[in-house]
């Protein structure tokens, strides 16, 4: 006998990969929204104005009153939150890291792997350096609001370029549509979120972040534009690579 019924269509692999990520970013960032208006609410609903100014933890005074002795609950939570935080970063900035050295934009050393284990070793102890590097100072305050301006700043100035080969370039086929408000709300939100901060405790160190900023468009005249590679930078090069056992990758 002959199977009745149709079976459903098979979609090319990317559109499938594609379709996915739209479903987990269209389901996620709602809910996850959601979550924290809701928790800003409970503080609001639970703490008096005096107390939410006076606190330095927010959440564990609502935890105190909500929670009571079951309140050690709340440090628990934002460790395991930060922990799985700063994996993800750790790793998708390391792959950030990756895919730029790929396109010649930062040292070919990152865009190695190991040749037992496939991973971009140099790009992972890259980003873990940069880590230690800010740890140095001390004052986590300070981190946030340093290493939050200049993320900010990239992301505002990438989706600026968004929208702008939105307008210039119509015929460009694209992957998957965004409607235009989208960007151009984010792009307000970066605007306020790199200003708000500068605006309400002028700092010097600011201008450090700015000036870091620029120097990477000095770079990128000097060693990518101009594909000026010092003698140094080589033999640096090859030695690491043979230390840490890394091999060049092919882009596909």
């Known amino acids: 006998m002959k199977a009745t019924g149709h079976l459903p269509p098979v ?4 559109q499938q990969l594609q379709q996915n990520l739209m479903l987990a970013l269209t389901i996620s960032i709602p809910l996850v929204t959601s979550l924290y208006i809701l928790v800003n609410i409970s503080y609001f609903l639970v703490l008096s104005p005096r107390e939410i100014l006076s606190s330095e933890a927010i959440a564990m005074s609502w935890g105190n009153q909500v929670l009571g ?39 070919q050393l990152l865009s190695m792997v190991h040749v037992n284990h496939l991973t971009p070793a140099p790009a992972l102890m890259f980003s873990a350096a940069l880590a230690l590097v800010l740890v140095i100072p001390g004052d ?28 210039k370039t119509k015929n460009l086929p694209q992957t998957y549509k965004v409607p235009t408000f989208i960007p151009a709300i984010m792009i307000l939100a970066a605007l306020y979120l790199v200003l708000a901060p500068i605006i309400d405790n002028p700092q010097m160190e600011f201008l450090y972040v700015f000036l870091l900023l620029l120097s990477g468009f000095l770079a990128y005249f000097l060693f990518v534009y101009c594909q000026y590679q ?13 230390l840490l056992q890394v091999a060049p990758t092919t882009k596909h």
């Not at 979609?11 to 990317?14: A, G, N, Q, V």
């Not at 050690?72 to 950030?96: D, E, H, K, M, Q």
């Not at 986590?140 to 307008?167: A, D, E, K, P, Q």
Request: charged content about 10%.
């Open 11 to 14: 979609l090319p692999r990317d």
């Open 69 to 107: 002795s079951w309140a050690w609950l709340i440090p628990v939570a934002a460790t395991l939150s930060a922990f799985g935080s700063a994996n993800v970063v750790f790793f998708s900035g390391s792959r950030v890291c990756y895919a730029a050295a790929r396109e010649g934009h930062m040292p």
């Open 140 to 167: 986590f305050r300070t981190i946030v609001n340093l290493s939050s301006s200049l993320s900010w700043i990239t992301y505002g100035m990438t989706i600026g370029c968004l929208l702008y080969l939105r307008i």
């Open 230 to 242: 010092p003698k140094c930078l080589q033999i640096a090069t090859l030695h690491l690579q043979l």
